[in-house]
């Protein structure tokens, strides 16, 4: 299944202020204080760079941030994001698990750790880390893990508990790309036609329509026989995502 570009921007967010990267001849301006203050001040730089994808100086600011607090969690969590853009996976659960040894509770360890097992083929592991993020009652994101979830959930072929967790992501936030849209599929295979196109209706209005959205919209014109919105949306796919799977299956009149 393809890995929703909504999906990504949610769930690959460091637990880190977004500062201005700001460095004099090497020494981090206001690096003062205690141990602990030092190295989330690297930290929170880190995640500056990690944002702007510049993974060499993220590397550079979080080894200083070890370097000043060996124990502070947020540094591994933030280490194992930056080595999953480098597709370094040993590395990057390395140091998610090293991160949750030290701060077992944490809730974006948590999910970001259930994220990086998700995508690494380990999807029934990742719901184990899902929920426990999702147990922190001070968590802001809840609705990101739901998300998260339910998309793994899919994936790992327990379409059930991935019903679930979408509609939980959209009780917190009834306008989630993903759950909007992952829920519009579950609706569309058990049949619940008008569901599913008012779900994937609300996705192609909320963002720019994926292949994905557009050929599930597709066939549900398709299926209920209203063919000028059906060819509204073929044109579309057609001139949007020529070479998309969904185009080519539309091609072969492939519609299920």
């Known amino acids: 299944m393809k890995r929703l570009a909504a999906l990504a921007a949610i769930v690959l967010v460091a637990a880190c202020a ?4 700001e460095s004099t001849g090497g020494t ?28 060499g100086v ?10 000043a607090d ?4 947020q540094a591994y969590g933030l280490l194992g994001l930056v080595y999953m853009e480098l597709k370094d996976p040993r590395q990057a659960e390395s140091n998610f698990e090293r991160g949750l040894r030290l ?21 029934k592991e990742s719901i184990r880390y899902f929920l426990q993020a999702l147990r922190n009652p001070l968590y802001a994101s809840p609705g990101r893990t739901y998300a998260a979830a339910g998309l793994c959930s899919v994936r790992a072929g327990n379409p059930k508990d991935a019903e679930e967790f979408f509609q939980r992501a959209l009780k917190l936030d009834p306008d989630d790309p993903t759950a909007l849209l992952q829920l519009a599929q579950i609706r569309y295979r058990r049949g619940a036609v008008d569901e599913a196109r008012r779900l994937v ?11 994905e959205s557009l050929w599930l919209a597709l066939r549900i014109e398709h299926k209920v026989g209203e063919r ?26 492939q519609y299920d």
């Open 18 to 21: 977004t500062k201005e990267p």
């Open 228 to 253: 000028v919105a059906e060819q509204s949306y073929a044109n579309q796919l057609r001139r949007r995502f020529p070479n998309s799977a969904e185009y080519q299956a539309l091609q072969r009149g």
């Open 103 to 123: 701060s077992p509770n944490d809730a974006d360890l948590n999910h970001n750790y259930g994220w990086f097992l998700c995508q690494n083929s380990r999807e």
């Open 201 to 211: 209706s609300r996705y192609n209005k909320l963002v720019s329509p994926s292949s």
């Open 70 to 73: 060996p124990s502070y969690a």
């Open 28 to 55: 981090i301006v206001g690096e003062v204080g205690d141990a602990r203050n030092r190295a989330r001040v690297h930290t929170e730089l880190a995640g500056a760079y990690y944002e702007r994808g510049n993974m």
């Open 58 to 67: 993220a590397l550079d600011e979080l080894r200083q941030a070890n370097t």
